[in-house]
């Protein structure tokens, strides 16, 4: 027998001529030019299925066509009108043999479009189909097994793709924590491809990555920090138009930034965690400087790890003006990877503070981060991070002039402080039945804004973010 993926053109075809002449007997009748047209069609491509077989089985299963265990994903898109139809009957699987006659495939098509008090049910339209003499064509179940086999290729959506590799980025570097306390070695080949994950996501999921990182970054895990400020550093490269071989380089030392946590005590992360930079005792300072060495050291001492990845790790705590306590730099000055990565860090520190939800949350750590333009942070890196993520970084939920709520979902290269929103709910907090999505930079013909951003929201209210946005399991 043919591989059913060798003749996949003639099996939608089929599907098609089936649908055709559902919706022309539907319309039209079973006597009319049209529906015979169809019907005769439809025999023609089953003819050609049969010449190697003695059947054609199509299946549903969740809201994807099959033929016997072959799911058609790609074609599936197209025919969900039809699928919803089948699937309002209850059909789930029709099977049909070698020898179809015309006046059979009329009297089936009829029974399967037609939803009366005798023909409520698949066992009723089963009982209909014998009754009327109808010999070739079958209705039935999904085999547990062809469904498992549709269930298993069932490709993965982008959201489950993304979120998967957003929480494997969490465990590696929890269990790196783990083993480098229990003084076990860092594991180079997981670091690796932990990285390549998180920039095929950067490349292919810009937007959903942020949108993801956003709505996690916000859950009491420590470890989430150090991904999400590899995401942004990845980000900040892909703005600037560094080449993609020296991506896993920059998200390894991403990743492993912080690993120098480990040299210092609780009490003094939590004091440093608890502010921010600006607000840093001379002891904070010293103790910035005590575990960025000592991540340095662990990173030059673990065969594998890449240069970088140590140098990053001791300088993306300095101040782009060099000012503070005096180290010994690597270099005449800090390298381009530590400052983009300082703005990472301090970025979404700030963000998942709090207490800044309560005085404006994105916005507040922008104006934080500007004020520190060319002293903290190099103005040029510091820009181009911004026109990247924007003042309100996708995931952001928002609050319009309009007096409605929506969720950013990419922000704008014209305007940092205009993205697109995907409008949620409406002026007295009804959530919409079908969410638009606008553009903040769109203008009315007198040349005003058509909307505006108010404040951002904080996540933990009463606004919900939309179900497909929220991680996947």
Same mark, same amino acid.
Request: proline share 4%; charged share 30%; aromatic share 6%.
């Given at each position: 027998?043919?591989?059913?993926?060798?003749?996949?053109?003639?099996?939608?075809?089929?599907?098609?001529?089936?649908?055709?002449?559902?919706?022309?007997?539907?319309?039209?009748?079973?006597?009319?030019?049209?529906?015979?047209?169809?019907?005769?069609?439809?025999?023609?491509?089953?003819?050609?299925?049969?010449?190697?077989?003695?059947?054609?089985?199509?299946?549903?299963?969740?809201? +994807?066509?099959?033929?016997?265990?072959?799911?058609?994903?790609?074609?599936?898109?197209?025919?969900?009108?039809?699928?919803?139809?089948?699937?309002?009957?209850?059909?789930?699987?029709?099977?049909?043999?070698?020898?179809?006659?015309?006046?059979?495939?009329?009297?089936?098509?009829?029974?399967?479009?037609?939803?009366?008090?005798?023909?409520?049910?698949?066992?009723?339209?089963?009982?209909?189909?014998?009754?009327?003499?109808?010999?070739?064509?079958?209705?039935?179940?999904?085999?547990?097994?062809?469904?498992?086999?549709?269930?298993?290729?069932?490709?993965?959506?982008?959201?489950?793709?993304?979120?998967?590799?957003?929480?494997?980025?969490?465990?590696?570097?929890?269990?790196?924590?783990?083993?480098?306390?229990?003084?076990?070695?860092?594991?180079?080949?997981?670091?690796?491809?932990?990285?390549?994950?998180?920039?095929?996501?950067?490349?292919?999921?810009?937007?959903?990555?942020?949108?993801?990182?956003?709505?996690?970054?916000?859950?009491?895990?420590?470890?989430?920090?150090?991904?999400?400020?590899?995401?942004?550093?990845?980000?900040?490269?892909?703005?600037?138009?560094?080449?993609?071989?020296?991506?896993?380089?920059?998200?390894?030392?991403?990743?492993?930034?912080?690993?120098?946590?480990?040299?210092?005590?609780?009490?003094?992360?939590?004091?440093?965690?608890?502010?921010?930079?600006?607000?840093?005792?001379?002891?904070?300072?010293?103790?910035?400087?005590?575990?960025?060495?000592?991540?340095?050291?662990?990173?030059?001492?673990?065969?594998?790890?890449?240069?970088?990845?140590?140098?990053?790790?001791?300088?993306?705590?300095?101040?782009?003006?060099?000012?503070?306590?005096?180290?010994?730099?690597?270099?005449?000055?800090?390298?381009?990877?530590?400052?983009?990565?300082?703005?990472?860090?301090?970025?979404?520190?700030?963000?998942?503070?709090?207490?800044?939800?309560?005085?404006?949350?994105?916005?507040?750590?922008? +104006?934080?981060?500007?004020?520190?333009?060319?002293?903290?942070?190099?103005?040029?890196?510091?820009?181009?991070?911004?026109?990247?993520?924007?003042?309100?970084?996708?995931?952001?939920?928002?609050?319009?002039?309009?007096?409605?709520?929506?969720?950013?979902?990419?922000?704008?290269?014209?305007?940092?402080?205009?993205?697109?929103?995907?409008?949620?709910?409406?002026?007295?907090?009804?959530?919409?039945?079908?969410?638009?999505?606008?553009?903040?930079?769109?203008?009315?013909?007198?040349?005003?804004?058509?909307?505006?951003?108010?404040?951002?929201?904080?996540?933990?209210?009463?606004?919900?973010?939309?179900?497909?946005?929220?991680?996947?399991?």
């Amino acid at each position: 027998m043919t591989d059913p993926i060798q003749n996949r053109t003639e099996i939608e075809e089929f599907i098609t001529c089936l649908a055709r002449a559902m919706q022309m007997s539907q319309v039209y009748g079973d006597s009319h030019d049209l529906t015979t047209e169809a019907v005769d069609r439809l025999l023609d491509r089953l003819k050609a299925l049969t010449s190697d077989r003695d059947e054609v089985t199509i299946g549903i299963v969740g809201d +994807e066509l099959a033929y016997g265990s072959q799911p058609l994903f790609d074609y599936s898109q197209n025919k969900k009108t039809f699928i919803q139809f089948l699937k309002n009957r209850g059909v789930k699987k029709i099977t049909f043999a070698r020898g179809v006659e015309k006046a059979e495939a009329l009297k089936a098509v009829r029974l399967l479009i037609t939803k009366s008090q005798k023909i409520e049910t698949m066992e009723d339209a089963r009982a209909a189909l014998s009754a009327a003499g109808i010999r070739h064509i079958a209705l039935g179940d999904l085999r547990p097994a062809e469904q498992e086999t549709v269930e298993k290729v069932r490709p993965e959506s982008p959201r489950r793709k993304t979120f998967r590799s957003y929480n494997k980025s969490i465990e590696f570097l929890t269990q790196t924590f783990q083993d480098l306390k229990t003084n076990q070695n860092l594991n180079v080949d997981s670091a690796r491809q932990i990285v390549e994950g998180l920039i095929k996501n950067m490349l292919q999921n810009k937007n959903l990555l942020l949108i993801l990182s956003s709505i996690r970054g916000h859950d009491e895990n420590q470890f989430m920090h150090g991904v999400n400020v590899a995401i942004f550093t990845l980000l900040q490269a892909e703005v600037l138009g560094l080449e993609e071989k020296y991506l896993i380089d920059m998200g390894m030392a991403s990743l492993l930034h912080d690993v120098g946590k480990l040299a210092v005590s609780r009490d003094q992360l939590q004091a440093l965690e608890s502010k921010t930079r600006t607000e840093w005792t001379p002891q904070d300072e010293k103790a910035a400087m005590t575990q960025d060495i000592a991540g340095a050291k662990i990173l030059l001492e673990t065969e594998g790890i890449p240069v970088l990845a140590a140098i990053v790790a001791f300088e993306h705590g300095m101040r782009y003006d060099m000012k503070g306590p005096q180290r010994k730099v690597y270099g005449k000055s800090l390298n381009l990877i530590s400052m983009m990565l300082s703005i990472s860090d301090a970025y979404d520190k700030l963000r998942r503070k709090p207490a800044y939800y309560e005085e404006g949350g994105p916005e507040k750590a922008y +104006e934080e981060m500007m004020a520190e333009s060319g002293k903290l942070f190099h103005p040029d890196l510091l820009e181009n991070f911004f026109s990247a993520i924007g003042v309100f970084p996708p995931g952001t939920l928002v609050e319009l002039d309009s007096g409605e709520v929506g969720l950013v979902i990419q922000s704008s290269m014209l305007d940092k402080r205009r993205p697109q929103v995907e409008i949620i709910y409406d002026s007295t907090g009804t959530r919409y039945s079908e969410p638009r999505i606008v553009n903040l930079v769109e203008k009315d013909k007198r040349g005003q804004y058509k909307r505006s951003i108010v404040r951002s929201i904080p996540p933990m209210g009463p606004f919900e973010f939309p179900e497909k946005y929220k991680p996947e399991t």
